[in-house]
């Protein structure tokens, strides 16, 4: 009976690895693709998501809390930016951006206050989710220009009753420009509470509007 359960374990895995989860890996800035993990921290934990509303994890994924071997690209205010993930995301839910203004990108654990700058829900009727590889944002034109992380967050909420999933990664960036606001919101963890609509919806059954989890988008 353990080595049947053993091998039911196995294959369990095997499929999930087989399956493989996306992991945000590569930034585009300045029209430029970066290498993966080139201005994404890189994440410890494979592809699996991070599950705890509580864990500093939340921040940058699990093993981003630093960025000592990441590269801080600069890119101006006003511009845009994207994540490729390894393969198009296929968990629906939706995708949020973060931003928070730091000392030094490659130091920053993710501690200070971010704020969110998109956040790209599913589309009624039928709530359909944007499952894709690539996920892109503008950086708000008003910010002030410094040091930066700029976090994209993918929750995945396709198994109601189970334990909703963040799919997460953190860029580092150098913001150039002429702005001059700084937008204090939120901490994470703490962002997303267990009873947000947005974290608890059943998105199979009587499906007919959705409040993004997090807070509201800042703007200029
Ligand atoms: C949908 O709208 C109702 C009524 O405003 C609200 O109670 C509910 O939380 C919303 N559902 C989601 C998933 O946001
Ligand atoms: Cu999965």
């Given at each position: 009976m353990k080595f049947v359960s053993t091998v039911a374990l196995a294959s369990a895995v095997f499929l999930e690895a087989v399956n493989g989860h996306y992991i945000f890996q590569k930034l585009t800035a300045n029209g430029v693709q970066g290498a993966a993990y080139q201005n994404v921290r890189q994440n410890t934990n494979n592809n699996s998501p991070v599950?705890?509303?509580?864990?500093?994890?939340?921040?940058?994924?699990?093993?981003?809390?630093?960025?000592?071997?990441t590269s801080t690209v600069s890119v101006a205010s006003g511009s845009s930016v994207s994540f490729t993930a390894d393969q198009a995301v296929y968990h629906q839910g939706p995708v949020s951006f973060y931003m928070t203004k730091v000392a030094s990108a490659s130091a920053a654990d993710g501690s200070s206050s971010w704020f969110k700058i998109k956040e790209i829900g599913p589309t009624f009727p039928g709530g359909t989710?944007?499952?894709?590889?690539t996920y892109s944002v503008t950086i708000p034109s008003c910010v002030a220009p410094g040091e930066y992380l700029l976090r994209i967050e993918q929750l995945a909420?396709?198994?109601?009753g189970g334990v909703p999933q963040f799919y997460i990664a953190c860029a580092q960036l150098k913001v150039t420009g002429s702005g001059s606001k700084t937008f204090s919101s939120v901490s994470i963890p703490g962002?997303?509470?267990?009873?947000?609509p947005g974290y608890t919806?059943?998105?199979?059954?009587?499906?007919?509007n959705y409040t993004v989890p997090g807070p509201a988008v800042s703007t200029c």
């Amino acid at each position: 009976m353990k080595f049947v359960s053993t091998v039911a374990l196995a294959s369990a895995v095997f499929l999930e690895a087989v399956n493989g989860h996306y992991i945000f890996q590569k930034l585009t800035a300045n029209g430029v693709q970066g290498a993966a993990y080139q201005n994404v921290r890189q994440n410890t934990n494979n592809n699996s998501p991070v599950t705890d509303l509580a864990s500093a994890d939340l921040r940058c994924n699990v093993g981003g809390g630093s960025g000592a071997s990441t590269s801080t690209v600069s890119v101006a205010s006003g511009s845009s930016v994207s994540f490729t993930a390894d393969q198009a995301v296929y968990h629906q839910g939706p995708v949020s951006f973060y931003m928070t203004k730091v000392a030094s990108a490659s130091a920053a654990d993710g501690s200070s206050s971010w704020f969110k700058i998109k956040e790209i829900g599913p589309t009624f009727p039928g709530g359909t989710w944007d499952l894709s590889q690539t996920y892109s944002v503008t950086i708000p034109s008003c910010v002030a220009p410094g040091e930066y992380l700029l976090r994209i967050e993918q929750l995945a909420i396709h198994n109601p009753g189970g334990v909703p999933q963040f799919y997460i990664a953190c860029a580092q960036l150098k913001v150039t420009g002429s702005g001059s606001k700084t937008f204090s919101s939120v901490s994470i963890p703490g962002h997303v509470k267990s009873t947000d609509p947005g974290y608890t919806a059943n998105i199979y059954n009587n499906f007919n509007n959705y409040t993004v989890p997090g807070p509201a988008v800042s703007t200029c």
